[in-house]
């Protein structure tokens, strides 16, 4: 995925979790603010416009997941903080249930039995190859204007070690495997995963 693909239904958060910077009632208010935000598309409501705490106004970026009977039924995010979490949870919350591609749009008599799960992606931080955590990390390689980024959950699904999940991200970005030893610049973050049984 492009970080410039604001939008992914195609990747979603699957790493283990990370931290815990969210509390329990920080938690819960994020997936009430997503069921709301679903809901609201068939009622009409209006949100504030503004975030409830400096917390949720940090932009973050963020991957809702929603579930229907235990089933897979959306999955959007945004990979790079471009709004504030409010704000990102509000979007990829709507996008999940009417813009996911792979699935039809989401009816009203389905609300009932949806559940959400929200990845919140922590800050992007320069990092050296060494440090790299196979399903700690994700990646962002950038050189010149060429960027590729692979979620935390990547390597795991194929099996990489630290070596080869560097040289994805470089053939990601469409550089040579060997890129992030000859110039370009390495950031990765973690992610924070919640959601309802």
Known sequence: MSPSSEKSSSECIAAREISNEYSA?????????????????????????????AHFAEHRGVFTTLYSRGELRGCVGYVMPIVS????????????????????????????????SLSI????????????????????????????????QVPLEHGWDRTEFLAQTCRKAGLPRDAWLTGATLEA????IFGEN
Request: glycine share 4%; charged share 20%.
């Open 25 to 53: 009632q920080e938690r819960t208010q994020l997936l009430q603010l997503a069921h709301a935000s679903i809901a609201s598309v068939f009622t009409r409501e209006e949100f504030p416009r503004e975030p409830p705490s």
């Open 85 to 116: 979490l409010y704000r990102s949870v509000i979007e990829t919350s709507r996008a999940a249930a009417f813009d996911d591609p792979r699935f039809a749009p989401l009816l009203a008599q389905e609300l009932p039995a949806l559940k959400v």
């Open 121 to 152: 992606l922590s800050p992007l931080a320069p990092i050296q190859p060494a440090q790299v955590e196979i399903g700690h990390h994700g990646l962002l390689i950038t050189l010149g204007d060429r960027h590729g980024l692979l979620l935390p």
């Open 189 to 192: 973050f973690s992610a924070e």
